[in-house]
């Protein structure tokens, strides 16, 4: 694995994700309470021992910068072409070009044992998904030597799996390239004036033609069933994997000890749930089928099918039912909070009622298409 860098996309507006990206790009956000999004795939680099460093391992954190020419990187792959310069200084044998805004676990050690023994020049990891999606990824289709021999990027109308006629194969925005042939096309891409400069749009579909290009199927390792991957691109998508969480036994397991997931994590005080009152058939004291961090303290409130991130407070008789409550939020006493996404220090003042009323939520705060109100910092009630 020392032959191995990885580069991780890390940027974007994360417009759909509005207004958890107002003030952080979207592998910042907040998610399982206490970790980024981007966590997941830093912890599976970890995890997979791909951790190169100028004395054996490193990570470097790259700011977009402008050192081709005077444009801002146009697209995936000029973001890694104006970035050629870290290629030449490493000079690693393969490229592992990754996503920094996906929940996903996944061993890259497979992928890159497989691509080695296919002789091929670039391989990326797929998995199988409802037609229905067609319109948000890339479409794959292979033979049966997993070889691609066919890509839609984002298709109205998608050619679905051969044995699956509600299925398509999707691209999951893990690729590991030969690095020689990843140079020569990044250097061709740039000098077409008549591309956007992007993975999936324009550097597939010409390798296909040219050279050798296989999938990896994602596979859980431990059940050997097709394993957990979600684009948290989009509020409802974002709020569903969150939920996802939950399970009893969740397809995605954060509490894995064979692959940990790592954050910078806080220090702070141990959970404390204060008091135990019955008022209107409602047990309050109470937290069922919850994520409750380090530091949140439950003051008499009831909070069931929900992630609390570090030090939030519920007051007395305050209701939290299936909320995302980030850092430090506060909700006030007698408050019933339902279906609600809350970032970072948002005071919810006592009596408020949030998820109850679609109408009014939608003249305070983002309101999805399936309902969930979500709450930006510094929100005004």
């Known amino acids: 694995m020392k032959k191995v860098l990885a580069m991780v996309l890390a ?24 970790y980024r999004i ?37 697209g995936t792959a000029d973001a890694i072409f104006q970035n050629i310069y870290t290629l030449q200084q490493e000079r690693p044998d393969l490229v592992l070009v990754l996503s920094g805004d996906h929940v996903y676990k996944m ?13 091929a020049d670039l391989t990326f990891a797929t998995i199988a998904m409802d037609k229905k999606y067609c319109r948000e990824f890339g479409v794959v289709q292979i033979d ?41 096309r990044l250097i061709d891409n740039a000098k077409d004036k008549d591309t956007e400069h992007d993975f ?47 399970n009893s036994r969740p397809r995605f397991n954060i ?8 954050t910078d994590e806080e220090i702070s005080a141990p ?37 609390l991130s570090p030090n939030v407070t519920v007051d007395e008789y305050a209701t939290v039912i299936n909320a995302i409550l980030m850092n430090d939020v506060q909700v006030g006493k007698n408050c019933r909070i339902k279906r609600t996404i809350v970032d970072k220090g948002v005071r919810i003042p006592h ?13 305070r705060f983002t309101v999805t298409d399936s309902g969930i109100v979500v709450i930006g910092k510094g929100a005004a009630f």
């Open 255 to 262: 509490y894995d000890a064979d692959w940990p997931i790592l």
């Open 107 to 119: 061993d890259y050690r497979a992928l890159i044992e497989q691509h080695l023994k296919k002789k």
């Open 271 to 307: 959970a404390k749930i204060e008091g135990f009152r019955e008022k209107g058939g409602i047990m309050y004291g109470s937290v069922f089928n919850s994520i409750i961090s380090q530091g949140c303290i439950v003051r008499s409130g009831h909070v069931s099918e929900s992630i």
């Open 200 to 246: 999936g749009k324009n550097i597939i579909p010409q390798m296909i033609a040219k050279d050798r290009v296989f999938t990896f199927p994602l596979i859980d390792n431990k059940t050997g069933q097709p394993g957990y991957w979600r684009d948290v691109g989009t509020l409802d998508a974002y709020w569903e994997a969150s939920m996802d969480m939950l």
């Open 38 to 74: 981007i966590d997941f795939t830093l912890s599976n680099c970890v995890n997979s021992g791909i951790r190169r460093i100028r004395m054996n391992e490193f990570i470097n954190v790259i700011p977009a910068q402008q050192r081709i020419n005077e444009s801002w990187y146009q």
């Open 144 to 184: 049966k030597d997993f070889r691609v021999i066919g890509f839609q990027e984002k298709p109205e109308v998608p050619k679905t799996m051969p044995d699956n006629p509600d299925a398509i194969l999707i691209n999951l925005g893990v690729y590991v390239f030969n690095t020689e042939i990843l140079v020569k």
């Open 351 to 363: 009596g408020t009622e949030v998820g109850y009323h679609p109408e009014n939520d939608k003249k």
């Open 11 to 34: 940027g974007g507006r994360g417009e759909r994700l509005y207004p958890l990206t107002r003030d952080r790009a979207k592998p910042a956000v907040p998610f399982a309470a206490l």
